[in-house]
């Protein structure tokens, strides 16, 4: 159980066009789902955390007018990178979190590897 | 601010035990997790703690101390799949989660 997708594994794309990565979690409903990006050997950084049917809440530093997030259903969350740039070139992670047991674990996506050329 | 400290890298020989440490300063302790990253892959959840002791799963254990805000990561039986990065992230006053940098485990035959 506690299965995350998302979607595509990965893309390229040229400078100035706009990706959308999706999220999903398959067998359970999400209360809330996160998004982070990770550059090689470097951890984990939360860009924004969002809940279904209302706006994302982002982190500091991360522009929200670039990185659209939509979170429509509880099993549904997509981040739209909008005019992507060659430093936008990252991987991105999704994580979906359910209450199990007296803890809201987190279970995260197999990534999205988005190359911008 | 917010801290959490854990080794860069560590090396072990397959079959030997390991133990991966980390200490944590946060506003506020709502659980520890450990997760385990291959290179190139998501992270996968390997444990949680949130009372002090330790908490046995198989070959990996985790154990915590609240007071000293420290815990550690134990992996017996090393084998060649373990190589991967272990991440310590610990939940603070509002329950968010605040990640280390990672461990890089190399097991070597």
Known sequence: GAVVSQHPSWVICKSGTSVKIECRSLDFQATTMFWYRQFPKQSLMLMATSNEGSKATYEQGVEKDKFLINHASLTLSTLTVTSAHPEDSSFYICSASALAGDSYEQYFGPGTRLTVT | ?109
């Open chain 2, 1 to 109: 601010g917010q801290n959490i400290d854990q080794p860069t890298e560590m090396t072990a020989t397959e079959g030997a035990i390991v133990q991966i440490n980390c200490t944590y300063q946060t506003s506020g302790f709502n659980g520890l997790f450990w997760y385990q990253q291959h290179a190139g892959e998501a992270p996968t959840f390997l444990s949680y703690n949130v009372l002090d002791g330790l908490e046995e799963k198989g070959r990996f254990s985790s154990f915590l101390s609240r007071s000293k805000g420290y815990s550690y990561l134990l992996l017996k039986e090393l084998q060649m799949k373990d190589s991967a990065s272990y991440l310590c992230a610990v939940k603070d006053s509002n329950y968010q989660l605040i990640w280390g940098a990672g461990t890089k485990l190399i097991i070597k035959p």
